[in-house]
């Protein structure tokens, strides 16, 4: 299994600027670059990456995607004056040409090509590449916003080339839409696009209807061609999750690449002068986790627009940091999409439900206006709301960003604990440990006593009980001190070993614990408090009823040959795990297990996004492939297979939607639809 994570990065590449005024295209600077690699020089985060140098792109791998007249054009810039770059400039949507710009397309073009070129090699599971000029607006015959060769584009065209590959995901999380991209692979079912992108019902550039999310692709292409249009300025970080959870990875996770891409433009953050977005830098941290759980791991980052230094270089830091299995910071603001990102959020979920099974069972008969175009629904927005609001700060917000990023520094700094994840076992059961993992000595019994007593007197009599939860004491006190950032115990008594653990977080100082059982649980703490929240994931209907909000009972049995969890993880689990944002999450496997190996990986591996990747996970099955495959989802350095999706059946998603609806007003990350009053 591959491992590491590449880092590529030319000087060369800062060559390519503006010689004139030009107040559209002056944002494109070469301290872009500079300034991002400095800043991951200075988090240390350089050193910890494989460097993998730069190259130029050849001119058959740049006609892979682009016209001869087009690679031509750009060839002859390379001997004008100011003059003639300022002439043949005007004839595209804005781009600039330098005399050194046609060599720094090729190292951008190159640089993408060696990225793919590592990762499918299996020199480094993944890795980023800070490039300039960007691609995405790049088109087969034409330059276009910034952007000369289409970088991504020429990657993925690359990649099926010489590795055959037959599925491919670009994620395009720029804030601008990537109508380049989109041109050259409308036709093309191996290519799945995903593109959200800053719209304003087709006023914010460049203001093409094809952008809307009714373009869903041509011909053999129809469906693989996702756009989320923003309608509003100011979305933040719950919009963007919400848009991954009810969107994108979905769609993905049925799609099943192997290998995924990011047009990865940070012009979609905070503090972007051309976005006007609220998002974090973290939420880049949490978009790049969830892309780790595809192909693999096999994930390329390729740099696009960003244009505020400080929130750009941050961003690319949360991004690259991630990559490197790092714990996942803590998303900061309320937990709720807002309305008009709700709005876009249902119009391409419902444009799209004829091409995925995951959506085919979405009730459209109340969208009236799903043929409704966006500007006709702008009219009735048009009145003054809440939901202005960000749009009218964000006249005066400097200050606001400034202070935005000055808390997010204290996240970025939080410790890295050199050993991530702690457990206990057997003689010799450090064979089958994945790397990176301690063991830990148990507690004795004296030692339990004492803390056991202090919340659950009565267990103090039952000796073998008390030994048996040893190795949870040991093991969470080293996730509270932060010696370590989660850990994995079996236990012959999972649910209490859960339930005290949960107990000893609380008493921590911990307000927010999420607990989730999988299986059959004897024993389910009092949430009464709100201090924590249980999900039980079983298979018989409980006799305790759904409806309190810090208890939510799941029924669920996989189908036999196939993973279709990962339809509850991201329509429901993930939502309600976010909505609550845990400090602590506990996770207990009983017996009896209605998941397989590969949905209960895949459940753990998601959860590490949250409460700073401190999750606490007790197995009752003594199962050595169950705690192996687990334990790799919690180190974080390498990516579990998670087994063949099979999509959901109408029952199962019937049962998510019934959920949603009786949670999400207490849950607001489960909104993906206007339906019935948000
Ligand atoms: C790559 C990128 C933006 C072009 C904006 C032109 N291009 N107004 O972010
Ligand atoms: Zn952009």
């Known amino acids: 299994m591959a491992s590491g994570t590449a880092l590529i990065y030319d000087e060369e590449m800062t060559a390519h600027k503006l010689l004139w005024n030009d107040p559209i295209c002056d944002i494109e600077v070469p301290e872009r670059l500079s300034f991002s690699y400095e800043q991951l020089r200075s988090y240390h985060l350089v050193e910890r990456c494989v460097h993998v140098p730069a190259r130029e792109g050849s001119e058959e791998e740049i006609l892979l995607v682009h016209s001869l007249e087009h690679l031509e054009m750009a060839k002859s810039t390379q001997t004008m004056n100011e003059e003639e770059l300022k002439r043949v400039s005007e004839n595209y949507d804005a781009f600039f040409f330098h005399p050194s710009t046609y060599h720094c397309a090729r190292l951008a073009v190159g640089a993408a090509l060696q990225l793919v070129d590592a990762v499918m090699a299996g020199k480094v599971r993944n890795g980023m590449a800070l490039v300039r000029p960007p691609g995405h607006h790049s088109q087969r015959n034409a330059a276009n916003g910034f952007c000369l060769f289409n970088n991504v584009a020429i990657a993925a065209e690359y990649a099926k080339l010489k590795y055959g590959l037959q599925r491919i995901l670009i994620v395009d999380w720029d804030v601008h839409h990537g109508q380049g991209t989109q041109y050259i692979f409308e036709e093309d079912p191996s290519v799945l696009y995903f593109s959200w992108h800053r719209y304003e019902h087709q006023e914010f550039w460049p ?60 012009d979609s953050g905070i503090g972007d002068p051309e976005g006007q977005m609220n998002a974090t830098p973290e939420v880049f941290a949490h978009l790049t986790h969830f892309l780790m759980q595809l192909a693999n791991g096999k994930l390329c980052v390729i740099l696009e627009g960003g244009y505020h230094l400080k929130s750009l270089g941050e961003s690319v830091c949360m991004t690259v940091k991630t990559l490197l299995g790092d714990p996942v910071p803590q998303i900061t603001g309320e937990m709720a999409p807002c309305l008009s990102a709700v709005e876009s959020i249902q119009n391409v979920r419902a444009a799209h439900k004829p091409y995925w099974k995951c959506l085919a069972y979405e009730d459209t008969s109340f969208l009236q206006n799903l043929s409704t175009k966006s500007h006709l629904l702008k009219k009735a927005n048009s009145n003054p709301s809440a939901e202005d609001e960000s749009q009218i700060t964000n006249n005066n917000n400097t200050v606001k960003v400034e202070r935005f990023l000055e808390l997010h520094m204290k996240n970025i700094l939080f410790p890295v604990p050199s050993i991530k994840t702690a457990t206990t076992g057997s003689e010799g059961s450090e064979y089958f440990l994945p790397e990176h993992v301690q063991l830990v000595k148990e507690m004795d019994e004296t030692e339990i006593k004492v803390l056991v007593s202090g919340f659950y007197a009565d267990l103090v009599k039952e000796e073998k009980t008390l030994l048996s939860l040893g190795s949870t004491f040991v093991i969470l006190d080293k996730i509270l001190k932060k010696e370590v950032c989660n850990g994995i115990a079996a ?34 703490p009092n949430t009464e408090d709100g201090k924590m929240l249980v999900i039980n994931i079983c298979e018989k209907e409980q006799s305790r009823k759904t409806s309190c909000k810090h208890y939510i009972s799941l029924n669920w049995k996989e189908d036999a040959g196939g993973n279709d969890f990962f339809s509850a993880v991201l329509g429901f689990i993930l939502p309600v795990a976010y909505s609550y944002q845990p400090n602590l999450t506990v996770v207990a496997v009983g017996p009896n297990r209605n998941l397989g190996i590969s949905g209960i990986s895949l459940l753990v ?50 049962k998510i939607k019934a959920l949603r609806d009786q949670f999400q007003q207490e849950w607001k990350m489960l909104q993906c639809s206007v339906k019935d009053g948000i």
Not at 642 to 647: C, D, E, L, T
């Open 207 to 266: 203001s093409l209807k094809e952008s809307d999310y009714d373009a869903v692709g041509l011909g053999k292409g129809k469906g693989f061609n996702i756009n989320l249009p923003w309608n509003k300025v100011g979305m933040g970080n719950s919009d963007y999750l919400a848009a991954f959870f009810h969107v994108l990875l979905p769609m993905a996770f049925e799609f099943d690449p192997e290998l995924v891409i990011v047009s990865s433009g940070y």
């Open 491 to 524: 236990s012959p008594t999972a649910a209490l070993s859960a339930a005290v653990a949960v107990r000893h977080g609380v008493r921590f100082g911990f307000q927010r614990v999420l607990c989730v059982f999988v299986g059959d649980m004897q024993m389910i």
């Open 605 to 654: 591996a998601l959860l590490r996004g949250l409460a700073e990747s401190r999750v606490f996970v007790v197995i009752e099955d003594t199962e050595i492939s169950l705690m192996q495959t687990v334990a790799k989802a919690l180190v974080g350095t390498s990516t579990p297979p998670f087994g063949i999706y099979v999509p959901p059946t109408q029952e199962k998603v019937n």
